[in-house]
């Protein structure tokens, strides 16, 4: 009776409760909180770490962490919304933002929640805290994080998320392989690329691929052709599907005229038995397993896939580059990334932004990264990052970075590129004029993205 008492009287000393009792929402702060939590590709035992180190601080919180699968998010979340036994907080592509705004919670400008600890050395004494916690705002966003992050988690004012870490595209290459092509550095611009996979290409005596310069050309197996293709057209100055609007289609008919077209003809012209660059078709295995196999030399990934490369084949003699720029004195790269954000139907929205905000600490992302070896979206530690050399060419150029589609459904979208690189490569009938086919496709493409937005 006697601790029941004195922790009795904590609460109203501390609330400050008073002969007219607690409120609702005070009385709410002392209770059990449990947070469900689904992540896609996030590190769970590095979550679950930082679950940890939060519940001691507040120990009548219990964060369950789950790793969903990537093809299995969507039904499942949405099942849970319609049961309402949905998750509390979800990692959300950056790409699909606009996909789950409405099922988002927006974040709001300070969480209320409570410590709650035991003080006394005879007689314990249960002791509950308040806590206010100022939120990041959108000036803090976009001066704090690297620019692709305020453009993407911030809209109409509102902020949706925050990111733990980000990614970009570099090139890897195998160096045995570039060695024996004798090309004595690896390419930093599309012209000594185009140079070395001419260099590194082998065929045998019926003109069969049997080591290829790089996996380039095609959509059905290369796992990021949209986003190289994308990247491709950005670098040539065009905005893909941003703000709403689709452009990149924008420019003229013909190929002096319209850069997309340019762009388009450099990618698949990889895969065009006629021409020099040819080095890779569809009849060629997955990209990523052609590399790690040492069957292609180069290969354009993001950093989360030098784990993978390792663990497929530890004895590859592997390095990687920053991504060839067209203009290196204006680098341009996309923004791959997730990010941590709070559903609009959860129960708890004070102490689920508030363990984002926690994890999403700069001191925090900092041990994240780490763990993850991946980039981290604050611009205060990209200086420590380009010191590290399997980091550097995923940083180099991430302040210029961005996400290159904002749209309702990046799966519609990214579909749209891999059909406009394989439409591409089909013969051109004999009564039909290439350039005005070529157009076609390209037009097509934009108008069909242009609905997804």
């Given at each position: 009776?006697?601790?029941?008492?004195?922790?009795?009287?904590?609460?109203?000393?501390?609330?400050?409760?008073?002969?007219?009792g607690p409120t609702a929402a005070e009385v709410q702060r002392t209770q059990r909180v449990t947070l469900d939590y689904w992540t896609v590709f996030g590190n769970v035992s590095q979550l679950r770490q930082f679950a940890s180190a939060y519940?001691?601080?507040?120990?009548?919180?219990?964060?369950?962490?789950?790793?969903?699968?990537?093809?299995?998010?969507?039904?499942?979340?949405?099942?849970?919304?319609?049961?309402?036994?949905?998750?509390?907080?979800?990692?959300?592509?950056?790409?699909?933002?606009?996909?789950?705004?409405?099922?988002?919670?927006?974040?709001?400008?300070?969480?209320?929640?409570?410590?709650?600890?035991?003080?006394?050395?005879?007689?314990?004494?249960?002791?509950?805290?308040?806590?206010?916690?100022?939120?990041?705002?959108?000036?803090?966003?976009?001066?704090?994080?690297?620019?692709?992050?305020?453009?993407?988690?911030?809209?109409?004012?509102?902020?949706?998320?925050?990111?733990?870490?980000?990614?970009?595209?570099?090139?890897?290459?195998?160096?045995?392989?570039?060695?024996?092509?004798?090309?004595?550095?690896?390419?930093?611009?599309?012209d000594e690329f185009v140079d070395a996979v001419k260099k590194s290409t082998r065929f045998n005596s019926q003109d069969d691929i049997v080591q290829s310069g790089v996996a380039m050309g095609t959509a059905t197996n290369i796992d990021n052709?949209?986003?190289?293709?994308?990247?491709?057209?950005?670098?040539?100055?065009?905005?893909?599907?941003?703000?709403?609007?689709?452009?990149?289609?924008?420019?003229?008919?013909?190929?002096?005229?319209?850069?997309?077209?340019?762009?388009?003809?450099?990618?698949?012209?990889?895969?065009?038995?006629?021409?020099?660059?040819?080095?890779?078709?569809?009849?060629?295995?997955?990209?990523?397993?052609?590399?790690?196999?040492?069957?292609?030399?180069?290969?354009?990934?993001?950093?989360?896939?030098?784990?993978?490369?390792?663990?497929?084949?530890?004895?590859?003699?592997?390095?990687?580059?920053?991504?060839?720029?067209?203009?290196?004195?204006?680098?341009?790269?996309?923004?791959?990334?997730?990010?941590?954000?709070?559903?609009?139907?959860?129960?708890?929205?004070?102490?689920?932004?508030?363990?984002?905000?926690?994890?999403?600490?700069?001191?925090?992302?900092?041990?994240?990264?780490?763990?993850?070896?991946q980039p981290s979206p604050y611009r205060l530690h990209i200086a420590e990052s380009l010191e590290d050399p399997l980091l550097e060419p995923f940083v180099v150029n991430l302040l210029t970075a961005r996400n290159w589609y904002q749209g309702?459904?990046?799966?519609?979208?990214?579909?749209?590129?891999?059909?406009?690189?394989?439409?591409?490569?089909?013969?051109?009938?004999?009564?039909?004029?290439?350039?005005?086919?070529?157009?076609?496709?390209?037009?097509?493409?934009?108008?069909?993205?242009?609905?997804?937005?």
């Amino acid at each position: 009776m006697k601790r029941y008492l004195v922790f009795t009287l904590s609460l109203l000393l501390l609330f400050g409760f008073g002969c007219k009792g607690p409120t609702a929402a005070e009385v709410q702060r002392t209770q059990r909180v449990t947070l469900d939590y689904w992540t896609v590709f996030g590190n769970v035992s590095q979550l679950r770490q930082f679950a940890s180190a939060y519940s001691a601080r507040k120990p009548q919180v219990q964060i369950n962490i789950r790793q969903v699968r990537f093809e299995e998010f969507e039904d499942k979340f949405v099942n849970a919304l319609a049961d309402d036994v949905a998750p509390d907080i979800i990692s959300v592509h950056a790409k699909d933002i606009s996909k789950y705004q409405p099922r988002l919670l927006e974040m709001p400008r300070a969480t209320r929640v409570s410590n709650v600890y035991v003080k006394g050395q005879y007689v314990k004494e249960t002791v509950v805290e308040p806590e206010i916690n100022a939120m990041p705002s959108a000036s803090n966003i976009r001066q704090n994080y690297v620019s692709a992050v305020g453009a993407d988690v911030v809209r109409n004012g509102a902020i949706y998320g925050l990111p733990l870490a980000m990614d970009s595209l570099a090139l890897y290459y195998n160096k045995d392989l570039l060695d024996r092509a004798g090309v004595a550095t690896p390419p930093a611009t599309w012209d000594e690329f185009v140079d070395a996979v001419k260099k590194s290409t082998r065929f045998n005596s019926q003109d069969d691929i049997v080591q290829s310069g790089v996996a380039m050309g095609t959509a059905t197996n290369i796992d990021n052709a949209p986003d190289i293709l994308a990247t491709l057209m950005m670098q040539r100055k065009l905005r893909v599907a941003e703000n709403g609007i689709v452009s990149f289609a924008t420019g003229g008919t013909r190929s002096e005229e319209a850069p997309a077209l340019e762009v388009l003809r450099f990618y698949t012209d990889f895969a065009q038995q006629d021409r020099d660059t040819y080095t890779w078709n569809n009849r060629q295995e997955n990209a990523f397993d052609a590399f790690v196999r040492g069957r292609s030399v180069f290969y354009i990934g993001y950093a989360f896939d030098a784990g993978r490369i390792r663990a497929a084949n530890p004895q590859l003699n592997l390095d990687v580059v920053a991504l060839p720029q067209l203009d290196p004195a204006n680098p341009t790269n996309i923004a791959n990334y997730w990010v941590e954000t709070v559903v609009k139907k959860t129960t708890e929205p004070d102490y689920a932004w508030d363990f984002l905000r926690f994890i999403g600490s700069q001191e925090n992302v900092k041990t994240y990264t780490a763990a993850t070896r991946q980039p981290s979206p604050y611009r205060l530690h990209i200086a420590e990052s380009l010191e590290d050399p399997l980091l550097e060419p995923f940083v180099v150029n991430l302040l210029t970075a961005r996400n290159w589609y904002q749209g309702s459904n990046a799966d519609v979208a990214e579909n749209i590129f891999e059909a406009l690189i394989e439409a591409h490569l089909l013969p051109v009938p004999d009564d039909v004029d290439q350039e005005d086919r070529d157009a076609s496709l390209l037009n097509q493409a934009a108008r069909r993205m242009q609905q997804t937005m």
